[in-house]
């Protein structure tokens, strides 16, 4: 049971480009969510999904889209990249009231 | 709209001491309220929540609601509970739209 899994690890772009980071659960989650990770800041939500077809904005959606085509998959978009953009993005999953699974983490870094 | 605040960034504490990471909140409603942490290289991962009144790893959270606060605690702390700690609230009840904290970094020297 491989849990919540992201990909890559590791990533550096340049200013202007695009990526993909993605993300995919094996656990029939319903719910499933993207964070970033920033010194001092703490972890704050980007977007999230409560099920397949349906997406929100979290509190820093700006330069980010997401889709959830099936249960398993919530990939994250850059559009085009930005310095501020670099940081650590974190994935998780949960099911009705139950706690939030995290992945390891995308560390990127924009210059 | 919802806010975590942990007071600390950095708690240090010596082995079999006590400790209490502080937590508070500001949630209108019925706020649903986590501890998370985070060892070095691991993802983060649930450490307890309201709700259970588990104790893991000898540590326990009470949620106060007159003062907002949801303070960790563990009366004699070890070497390898050094990691960042995230208090969180669940928005709605739900899991899935999470407020954090800034995090409290808990070094327990020996």
């Known amino acids: 049971n491989a849990g919540v899994t992201q990909t890559p690890k590791f990533q550096v772009l340049k200013t202007g480009q695009s990526m993909t980071l993605q993300c995919a659960q094996d656990m029939n989650h319903e719910y499933m969510s993207w964070y970033r990770q920033d010194p001092g800041m703490g972890l704050r939500l980007i977007h999230y999904?409560?099920?397949?077809?349906?997406?929100d904005q979290g509190e820093v959606p700006n330069g980010y889209n997401v889709s959830r085509s099936t249960t398993e998959d919530f990939p994250l978009r850059l559009l085009s990249a930005a310095p501020s953009q670099t940081s650590v993005y974190f994935c998780?999953?949960?099911?009705?009231?139950?706690?939030?699974?995290f992945g390891q983490g995308t560390r990127l870094t924009v210059v | 709209a919802q806010r975590v605040t942990q007071p600390e960034k950095l708690l240090s504490v010596f082995k079999g001491a006590p400790v209490e990471l502080k937590c508070n909140y500001s949630?209108?409603?019925?706020?649903?309220l986590f501890w998370y942490v985070q060892y070095s290289r691991q993802r983060l991962q649930l450490l307890l929540r309201h709700i259970s009144r588990e104790s893991i790893k000898g540590f326990t959270a009470d949620l106060n609601k007159g003062e907002t606060s949801f303070h960790l605690k563990k009366p004699f702390a070890q070497e390898e509970d050094s990691a960042m700690y995230y208090c969180a609230v669940g928005s709605g009840g739900s899991n899935y739209k999470l407020t954090f904290g800034k995090g409290t970094l808990l070094t327990v020297n020996p």
């Open positions: 998780a999953s949960g099911q009705g009231d139950t706690e939030a699974f």
């Open positions: 949630y209108s409603g019925s706020p649903e």
């Open positions: 999904s409560v099920g397949a077809g349906i997406t």
